[in-house]
């Protein structure tokens, strides 16, 4: 049985970032997943570095909202009360995290980390060679209503207050800035100095192709039990080998509870569920990210196509693909820009959320030797290398360089 200092579950943009970390400190290591590295939730992402995402989807303003969200066949959100009823815990957490003062907690811890997230990805960026698959043009969010705008502004003050810069539009500079946009527009915000990648799943792909030149090993089988002990863990894989190691990472994202004996088993892990669509002609239509805000998703230009990103399923993870969101996402690019003919490759893909809009970082609950990370929602392309720094700095038993008491799989 070989044996590991790190054996890593999941080879996603946190995975790998992880496993790539771990290798460039020196460290034995196995990386898991029966899937491509990249292939999952992030290589559908919106592609966006969004340092500025420090304000959670839970909102004091959700409970006057959730009506109309939940009913209009306009919504960005979509419902299944069947699965909302099998879960209670979660839903009624998710709603007690929407109070002011919790929600400004949240974005301050969530600013915090964000405001490391560049300093990781530019060290894996140069490791593997990845610089060409960013771009550095900003980021513009609009809104089409002067309602919707000043809706927005306890949202942009907490971003301020988290040291995130951005510039106030006017429709006018909106439309200066980008000028296929057809829609309506009352303002906007222009996150100064934000980037954007490429193709995220070629980004994973390098990380993990310098990985496998440091020496890295990797396992192309899904890790699906941990044994751990006072020395260590054995890891068995979905093709029946077992593997040991000293310490083990969970990073599968939305589906990291399924892995038995972690103790990821007890957190309550949910799923928002996003769609895309890709429109392969029209890349060179915006020349950078644009988010619409009342109609929750981004138009960024990438490697592919103009890609339109977004929406919220709340359902369960192996519930059918489902036509609406895509329906509503074609619907909705329409009337932003001009109709763009028919979209390609529409796709579902798997947010891992936790009810406190927090990503769960740090040592299991039931063994230290199970390091959790996994919950980064819609932020995972942003966080996913400094939550590989953080990871292997657990793993060898330093201390991170940020304080991650707010992230502990231990909250709960």
Known sequence: MQDFDLIIAGAGIVGTSAALMARMEGMSVLLCDGETPGSGTVSGSACTIATYANVPINSPSIFAALPTLLTSAD???????????????????????????????????LGRLLAKADESIDALTAESGAEDLFVQNDCLYIWSTKAGFD???AG??????????????????????????QGPVHGGLQYKGARH????QALTLRYHARYLALGGAWAQSSMTQVQPDATGVTV????????????????????????????????PLGVERGYNILYPQSSALTSRPVGWAEAGFYATPMAQGLRIAGTVEIASLYAPFNSR?????????????????????????YRPTMPD??????FSPTSDNVILA?????????????????VADLALGKKPNIDIAAFSPKRF
């Open 197 to 200: 990648v490429l193709d995220p």
């Open 151 to 153: 809706a927005a502004r």
């Open 75 to 109: 919504s960005p959100l979509t419902f299944n009360w069947k699965y909302g009823l099998q879960n209670p815990r979660w839903m009624l957490s998710f709603l007690r995290n929407c109070r002011s003062a919790k929600v400004e907690e949240i974005a301050a811890n």
């Open 325 to 349: 969101n895509t329906d509503y996402l074609h619907r909705k690019s329409k009337e932003m820009f001009a109709p763009l003919g028919a979209p390609d490759k529409p796709w579902l893909g």
């Open 357 to 362: 809009a927090l990503p769960v970082i740090g």
């Open 374 to 390: 996994f919950g980064h929602q819609h932020i995972g392309l942003t966080l996913g290398p400094l939550t590989g720094r953080i």
């Open 156 to 181: 942009n003050e907490m971003r301020k207050k988290a040291g995130v810069t951005f510039d106030e539009l006017t429709e006018e500079e909106v439309r200066t800035l980008e000028p296929a946009i």
């Open 236 to 267: 068995t894989l979905a093709d029946g080998t077992q593997v040991r190691g000293k310490r083990c990472v969970i990073a599968a994202g939305a589906h990291s509870t399924r892995i038995r004996g972690t103790g990821a088993e007890r957190l």
